[in-house]
């Protein structure tokens, strides 16, 4: 790679790292763990042992972590892009010329959307899109394409609770209803279609929330059929797979968006 970007994509749950040129992403690391730091140190040290990417750029949900940033910048990049919010609203306002989809971003927008929102746009610059992102949250971008009279542009979206999320509300708040995992439901269960009632708790858990993202999902495609539709995230594939409808999958869309933003970056 002659000129390598570094893109760090860190998630509520997880966090992703990757090493891209200005063609490709090379080999995706994941990271479920609390020691982040640690995790960059040994993705950077296996993948590229002695060298600095030109453009590291970091996505971050969680807290800031000036560590991490610190040890960023002074052992694997030479220049650090931290997209908090207020690089985010720069990224909007001097990026339009290059990413005309930027148009009507509203200020406070986090990275990984708007990282999503690029590379959704990049892989079908004529189709007008939803883009649908299972993670903590489920986020709901739309997206218009350029037309003759109109430039490629953000509408709007819509953010409700992910399918982990809503199992942890249920036994945060009820106190008779414990903690269950719905991945042991999801595997179990894997080749049976889900039944709209349960008979137990494990299956009226699936019923209500696994069923409830689903027929979530059925209700925008019935209500914007012309839309061309992603899914990402974590289950992505699981969802895609119940529903009857074309859907493309793009699990690493995120960082997707990031390597077109270290391009950017690179050029300033």
């Known amino acids: 790679?002659?000129?390598?970007?570094?893109?760090?994509?860190?998630?509520?749950?997880?966090?992703?790292?990757?090493?891209?040129?200005?063609?490709?992403?090379?080999?995706?690391?994941?990271?479920?763990?609390?020691?982040?730091?640690?995790?960059?140190?040994?993705?950077?040290?296996?993948?590229?042992?002695?060298?600095?990417?030109?453009?590291?750029?970091?996505?971050?949900?969680?807290?800031?972590?000036?560590?991490?940033?610190?040890?960023?910048?002074?052992?694997?990049?030479?220049?650090?892009?931290?997209?908090?919010?207020?690089?985010?609203?720069?990224?909007?306002?001097?990026?339009?010329?290059?990413?005309?989809?930027?148009?009507?971003?509203p200020e406070g927008m986090g990275a990984d959307r708007i990282a999503a929102i690029l590379a959704a746009n990049n892989l079908f610059p004529e189709n007008d899109l939803m883009v649908f992102d299972f993670g903590t949250a489920t986020t709901v971008e739309f997206i218009n394409c350029h037309k003759e009279n109109s430039p490629a542009h953000y509408i709007g979206g819509s953010i409700s609770l992910g399918l982990n999320t809503r199992y942890r509300a249920?036994?945060?708040?009820?106190?008779?209803?414990?903690?269950?995992?719905?991945?042991?439901?999801?595997?179990?269960?894997?080749?049976?279609?889900?039944?709209?009632?349960?008979?137990?708790?494990?299956?009226?858990?699936?019923?209500?929330?696994i069923l409830g993202i689903m027929f979530e999902i059925e209700g925008y495609q019935r209500e914007y059929p012309e839309r061309t539709v992603i899914f990402t995230g974590g289950d992505a594939i699981y969802f895609a797979e119940r529903l009857k409808s074309s859907i493309f999958v793009v699990y690493n869309l995120v960082l997707m968006g990031l390597s077109q933003i270290a391009q950017f970056y690179a050029e300033q």
């Open 1 to 105: 790679m002659d000129r390598m970007y570094l893109l760090i994509d860190i998630g509520n749950t997880a966090c992703k790292a990757a090493f891209a040129d200005d063609e490709k992403i090379g080999k995706v690391f994941r990271y479920a763990g609390d020691d982040i730091r640690q995790f960059v140190r040994d993705t950077c040290e296996s993948e590229y042992p002695g060298k600095k990417a030109w453009v590291a750029v970091l996505s971050n949900v969680r807290a800031d972590d000036p560590d991490l940033e610190a040890m960023l910048r002074n052992e694997f990049c030479d220049r650090l892009v931290v997209l908090d919010v207020a690089e985010c609203d720069r990224l909007v306002e001097t990026g339009l010329a290059q990413f005309e989809v930027l148009a009507n971003m």
């Open 170 to 209: 249920l036994s945060h708040f009820a106190e008779r209803i414990p903690l269950l995992n719905p991945r042991d439901f999801m595997e179990f269960h894997k080749d049976e279609k889900i039944c709209p009632y349960g008979t137990d708790l494990d299956t009226a858990m699936a019923a209500g929330n």
